[in-house]
């Protein structure tokens, strides 16, 4: 199919612009890449092309294995790697970059079982953009929905480029686009540009020290009631408030977007105190708050103990311990339920030096056998 002529006007606009992206698309949409790449002028837009299409090309080029594979926020996750990708090949150069993630289910060869739909994510310094739209089935043939795919990604592309006047899309009455528009926070910017190490900027604490004395890190995705009652537990164990943390970096995934960072602050109330940082790792965390003591259960100090999850080695992770235990950082410990026996402190076997900075809370004291992963998947069923 030929391109659409608004379409071939619209990338000519985004040639023009100074923004360059690099793009990726898996499951469907790699319509997209033709329609930036064939009208003249590609090479002042396009750094970079992808199309990690298999199962397995995905997981290598986000890190891990999404929990869907068309997604909005696997869509986010590939603008995010596409994103960092810009921002390396962009050099010392100081030209606007972009990320561009496209996660479409499209017609195929066989019956699908599920929506047909298109989940698209574009990602700046200063934004994140996403757009889902659910197709009416079986109303147009592949051709036809790669060439939607492509004008819905040209669209958000070009709202990212400041281009404002854009062709209308050719919608079925009832098919309607979800858009969502996510502005960072100042500080969000200085901390995603790693020029600033920890905000809490999301909230105003009058009064309150800028140091805490206790710290709950992890990914709150969602937040449930076990962790508000681990909160609760510690702060009278305590003797003062509990402040959360969230990295916005991971070992293996992409960073958190703009959009996930809203949406993970908000489920605190404000009269909670939360942290975004760049510190995926403990002793990260002990750098940022020393003397505070860190929530976790179990599973999270195995973690703190495994060498594999330090520099490989028993040696680096002895290191790491005591630089640790050197901040004066301890570790309140929960316990969990670890296949079929909840687990506490006392049933670990740790290395001396993470033993010693360790306090644990006994079952009588707390039992929650619920989990972040498993709410995430009863959601979706």
């Known amino acids: 199919m030929a391109s659409d002529p608004s379409n071939v006007a619209l990338v000519r606009r985004i040639h023009e612009s100074p923004v360059r992206l690099v793009a990726a698309a898996t499951g469907g949409g790699s319509r997209l890449i ?112 790669e060439a939607l795919a492509a004008a819905l990604a040209l669209e958000s592309l070009a709202e990212a480029c400041g281009i404002d006047d854009r062709p209308p899309l050719k919608l079925a009455p009832h098919e309607r686009p979800v858009h969502r528009r996510t502005e960072a926070l100042p500080a969000w910017i200085e901390l995603a540009e790693d020029r600033l190490a920890r905000t809490d900027e ?37 003797g ?65 103990a495994d060498p594999r999850f330090t520099a490989g080695s028993e040696a680096e992770r002895d290191r790491t311990l005591a630089e640790i235990e050197a901040l004066g950082c301890r570790f309140l410990v929960f316990g969990r339920l670890c296949g079929d026996r909840f687990q506490t402190l006392a049933d670990l076997d740790l290395p001396d030096t993470l033993r010693r900075i360790c306090d644990g809370i006994d079952e009588p004291e707390f039992r929650a056998d619920v989990s972040s992963t498993e709410l995430r998947r009863s959601d979706k069923c």
């Open 34 to 145: 033709s329609e930036l790449l064939t009208v003249p002028g590609a090479s002042q837009t396009v750094l970079e092309a992808l199309v990690p299409y298999a199962l397995p090309a995905l997981v290598e080029f986000l890190g891990s294995t999404p929990e869907q594979a068309c997604s909005s926020s696997t869509a986010r996750a590939m603008a995010m790697r596409c994103f960092e990708r810009a921002r390396r090949l962009r050099g010392a150069d100081d030209f606007p970059v972009v990320g561009l993630g496209l996660s479409a289910s499209l017609a195929s060869d066989r019956p699908k079982r599920g929506s047909h739909r298109i989940h698209l994510a574009v990602q700046s310094n200063r934004c994140t953009w996403s757009t889902s739209l659910e197709l009416e089935k079986g109303a147009r043939s592949r051709d036809e929905e």
């Open 202 to 238: 999301r909230r105003e604490f009058a009064g309150r020290s800028a140091a805490p004395r206790a710290v709950f890190p992890g990914s709150f995705h969602p937040l449930h009631a076990g962790h508000l009652r681990m909160a609760e537990i510690a702060a009278a164990r305590l």
């Open 240 to 304: 003062c408030s509990v402040d959360f943390e969230f990295s916005i970096e991971n070992v293996e995934k992409p960073p958190l977007d703009f959009e996930e960072m809203e949406d993970r602050s908000r489920q605190f109330d404000s009269r909670t105190r939360v942290w975004f940082t760049r510190a995926p790792r403990m002793v990260q965390k002990a750098r940022l708050f020393p003397e505070a003591t860190l929530v976790c259960g179990i599973d999270t100090l195995l973690r703190v």
